[in-house]
């Protein structure tokens, strides 16, 4: 009698632990493993990361033999042709919650439907699935601080056992070749299951207790760098939730594990608010255009702004695929609140360059800086550059280490280089002092008009 057959269509899950619906497929099937090079997120993402996403692949490939078949084109039309081409009975996946993936998964189930198959969606990237935190009412939340109180109450199921696998793919089922590896990266993220447990570990053992103290401070390793593993599905956030004690840098770490759950939720509740404004009132900010406002955001982009923390952690973002958060914070207010041009410019860029490029937690991380998102940051929340970088990097060595033409200066002197030469280091392109003033005048009048 032969056995049925499932294809395991990876996708925002790359790995083989702890995976609820590769341990469903393979409780009583030959597991067929496949990947679909989609060509609409090879026009979307940039280098870095398709880059990460190649070498996560390749990865994921050696850790089931040499298995994993690559499919390319789109998969509404090649997931239900390859179902027919292996005679699977049907094609498990984790949920996907975003706009495209959504769209996408309804497609391809009706595609496979009408040859009498199934697309049996099982787990989801996130540790509590978009769209089940709820008021008590039914209705959802809004405000950060409630909702990870809820979903904190909600709960989450424990990490899965691993069940034995028996893989049926590559080299016996054509494969069409691994995604193009675009560049490369000077980062040292690892995009490996097995390199990513054994970095968490060592977070765990050495940084996670002072994480509260050291998470703001760009200089330091202070921070878990799990959030490219997060977003690829190299780990299941439940398997760090499950090592995280009741104390405060534990508790500091869970709350930023439940932003990214919170950004799923509204993103998937409010799709559009991944490239419009989710507070339609921010509509009528006005914004700089024309040949200046370009010319400073390629400034922006060049780490050239004269800003150091700003030009610091642009060219961090440029030479590694990742940013700081906190830094992350600064770049963005600097485009949005100093240099006055839309925050969808600023969103687009990271989702370039970033390997940890997310489209929930990127496009809502950017509304709270611009004050049109949930949990918006008011009007006169301004980050002032340099005293966020003589806060947080007070000894200047972040900057060094990305800005080494300042490598030489004192650390009172670093933080704001104003008597260096034009060729040795940019002239600020603004003020920020008097751009301050202009973005509260902006951000008051669209206040005012709204009401």
Aim: cysteine-free; proline content about 7%.
């Amino acid at each position: 009698m032969l056995m049925a057959r499932i294809i395991m269509w990876f996708r925002r899950d790359l790995r083989l632990t702890d995976h609820g619906a590769l341990s469903a497929a393979a409780a009583y099937a030959e597991v067929v493993p496949l990947f679909v090079v989609d060509p609409l997120f090879t026009r979307r993402a940039g280098g870095p990361r398709r880059t990460f996403m190649a070498d996560a692949l390749a990865a994921l490939g050696r850790d089931m033999g040499e298995r994993l078949v690559y499919r390319h084109g789109d998969p509404v039309d090649v997931v239900p042709q390859f179902a027919a081409e292996v005679g699977a009975d049907a094609v498990y996946v984790s949920r996907d919650f975003g706009p495209y993936g959504h769209r996408r998964d309804a497609a391809v189930a009706a595609r496979l439907g009408v040859d009498g198959r199934a697309l049996r969606g099982i787990g989801t990237p996130y540790a509590v699935e978009p769209g089940r935190v709820t008021k008590s009412d039914g209705s959802p939340y809004a405000v950060f601080t409630p909702f990870l109180k809820a979903w904190l109450a909600s709960g989450w199921t424990r990490p899965l056992d691993s069940e034995e696998v028996r893989w049926v793919g590559a080299p016996d089922i054509r494969s069409d070749g691994p995604p193009q590896r675009p560049t490369d990266l000077s980062d040292v993220t690892p995009s490996s299951e097995r390199d990513t447990l054994a970095a968490w570990d060592q977070f765990v053992a050495t940084r996670l207790d002072f994480y509260d103290s050291a998470r703001d401070q760009p200089a330091l390793d202070g921070t878990s760098r799990m959030s490219a593993a997060l977003r690829w599905g190299i780990v299941h956030p439940r398997s760090l939730l499950a090592e995280l004690q009741p104390l405060r840098a534990h508790d500091v770490f869970r709350s930023e594990l439940g932003w990214r759950e919170f950004y799923a939720d509204v993103l998937f509740r409010h799709p559009t608010s991944a490239w419009q404004n989710l507070q339609p009132k921010l509509d009528l900010m006005p914004v700089d255009s024309g040949p200046l406002a370009r010319d400073r955001f390629i400034a922006w982009q060049s780490g050239r702004t004269g800003y150091p923390i700003v030009d610091a952690g642009m060219r961090q973002l440029s030479a590694t695929g990742w940013m700081h958060n906190r830094v992350r914070m600064i770049v963005a207010s600097f485009l949005v609140k100093d240099l006055h041009l839309p925050w969808q410019w600023g969103a687009r860029h990271f989702l370039q360059h970033l390997i940890d490029g997310d489209l929930a937690s990127n496009s809502h991380g950017w509304q709270w800086v611009a004050g049109s998102g949930t949990d918006a940051s008011p009007y006169f929340r301004i980050f002032n550059p340099t005293s966020q970088s003589e806060r947080f990097d007070a000894a200047g060595d972040y900057i060094r280490r990305w800005v080494p033409e300042l490598a030489s200066l004192d650390s009172r002197t670093i933080h704001q280089p104003s008597q260096l030469r034009p060729d040795a280091y940019p002239a600020p392109i603004v003020n920020h002092a008097a751009e301050r003033l202009e973005a509260l005048r902006r951000y008051k009048a669209v206040t005012a008009a709204a009401r």
